[in-house]
């Protein structure tokens, strides 16, 4: 903590002033939602159902605002612009006013703002010292200035209050916490051109490890959400991570910003109700990532509309009917040029043959029929078990799971609809039909959902999006009511057409396969196959994407080396690269270890450079093999008793699959193990900790990528632990 002197002599208390004024005005405006809230929910459930809906409407937008307030409790404000006119500007995560509407605080995606990211020496833009604020809670901590233009500074007697050492390397000192933290406060320039480039066309940010990719794209994420809420807010961002664990990770850092327009989800999580349960081999993976597996699905759901080999006959109270295979060719030909799915088209096949088999029982009769003996007829030959069993077998509903299933655990089945696919190919792709689904099957199952539809027992989805006339209404309601802008009068028709419509736009989306986003940001972006890409594109037909990933950082036999050899076929001319080439979060000498061994493996690398140094970042320690593991285990469990003693952070034991039961032993000895993670390199991918164990380099580097993942974890030290044998490059 800072003495009196100190605090006066930076300017903290001076701060603090404005930080306590800016809270005060966030619980002026918490106090006041939350009191209309309560004058909604006194008036109780009285009069029409009009004005009820209205009331529940009212009440959940004021729910939502409190939560969006409650959200940027932590950090409301964290830099100030000097400006050359004398103008001085707050920066933080919302926009505030005072209640004659002058601003306060002004929204860090504000076109105002940007400076606070974009302005350098060399072109300072108007700013003459731009000053990070860091609080703890409500309170002003520390204070840090950047100089941009000394003259201009010195001209308006500012230059003698000055802090810091810059706001950037303090964050990067900073221990882990298990959560990213949000990097407002440190985007610089690089970082920043990525976050407020164009929403149209697909945007590819390659990146090595620690240039903050993933921060970015989340801030990409908001600031989109904040400038395009016209286009967005109807459909949403969708955000793709690698991993269930990546995704709690990073859960709080779009409510932080005051988003929540947002469906975080792994590939998996856009399929409702799989569950993965076995990990494919490398050879299997990269057979079902390939694009023509669109064509082998499309294949076998074509042969769920089968031809009986001859025609049949069929006694309908004394009455013979024919199942001619030529009336089933002509239903199924009619119910396919509806472009319906499978299943649902399986409805106008049925009614065109019941129709044509009832037609045959009304030509036997010598007299004319009514609507109701024709009715009559119908229904008949509807329920008539032979008939439905002959319809079916003809044309068969099923689910994606089942037809995955049928098809890679049916040779002949396989064999007919893959008829591309080599034998060898074929034969790899087989499997038992109770095998557990795994990652690889996600994009096949959801080619097969898009082909085949909802089931026959599905009720329709409820339509989404209030018409005109309902906003219309809304601004009707709006104008009786003293809102203060704090509704929109979109928001409230949406709030007013019922249940369905009270879910968040979060809620909707994920709770719907089909649902389309309007931007959709993908991170670890390398790892996923053609297949898979063309599961997300089904997801945003106007191709607005932003995709982070590093090349060299591939573990996935489907993934993607170049990025050219991806998104030229998915995007043409549509998409362009922007690289980030400063890592913020990896010591000087684990990059140069990682890059030395990257190299070496003939991994396709960016070029990086380190923003820090620290002592003493990286150690070899050698073991024989039967100990390796518990030599591991006990550097690990050193290291996470020395930072429990201090100021904490996290410890890692990155090992190989096969290694990992021995490392959880050898823990189990060390009072701090609770505190140690134990991964293997896939499952560290995204993650960061202060200090990583590498444990039996020379196993892991059977695949290169996973490797470079490994070494690139740590944010402050490296212990790799090998038994003699190292990999070229370490």
Known sequence: MHDDSTRTAYGLDAE???????YGRLDDLRGETERRLAEVRKSGPSGSPQNRSERDAFATLYEDRIMQLDAVEDRLCFGRLDLADGDRLYVGRIGLSD?????????????????????????????????????????????EDDVLDVAALREAGLDDTLAGEGALLAALDARRTGRMGDIVATIQAEQDAVIRADLDGALVVQGGPGTGKTAVALHRAAFLLYHHREQLERRGVLLIGPSAQFLRYIDHVLPSLGETGAVSTTLAGLVPGVRIGAVERDDVASVKGRTIMSRVIKNAVRERQRLPREDQEVSIDGRTVVIRRSDIREAQSKARREGKPHNEARASFAKEMIGRLTAQLVEQLDHHLDNDERFELERDVRDSKTIRIALNLCWLPITPVQFIRDLLSKPHLLDHAARSLSAHDRALLIRPSHAPMTEADIPLLDEAADLLGDMPSNAPRAATGASEEEIEYAREVLSTFDTDGMVSAEDLAERMRGSTSRMTLAERAASDRTWTYGHVVVDEAQELSPMAWRMLLRRCPTRSFTIVGDVAQVTSAAGTQWWPETMDPLFGPSWHLRELTVSYRIPAQVAQVAQSFAKAAALPVSELSAAREVDDAVALTTADAPVAARTAARLAGEHAARMADSEGGLVAIIAPQDSLGAVREGLAQHAAAADVTVCTPLESKGLEFDVVVVLDPAAIAARPGDLYVALTRPTQRLEIVHTGRLPAGL
């Open 99 to 143: 209640e004659a509407h002058a601003p306060l605080l002004t929204d860090w995606r504000a076109p105002a703002a940007r400076a606070f990211y974009s302005a350098t020496a060399a072109n300072p833009s108007g700013v003459v010292n731009r000053r990070h604020l860091t609080t703890r809670g409500r309170v002003v901590t520390a204070v």
């Open 16 to 22: 603090q002033r404005v930080i306590d004024g800016l």
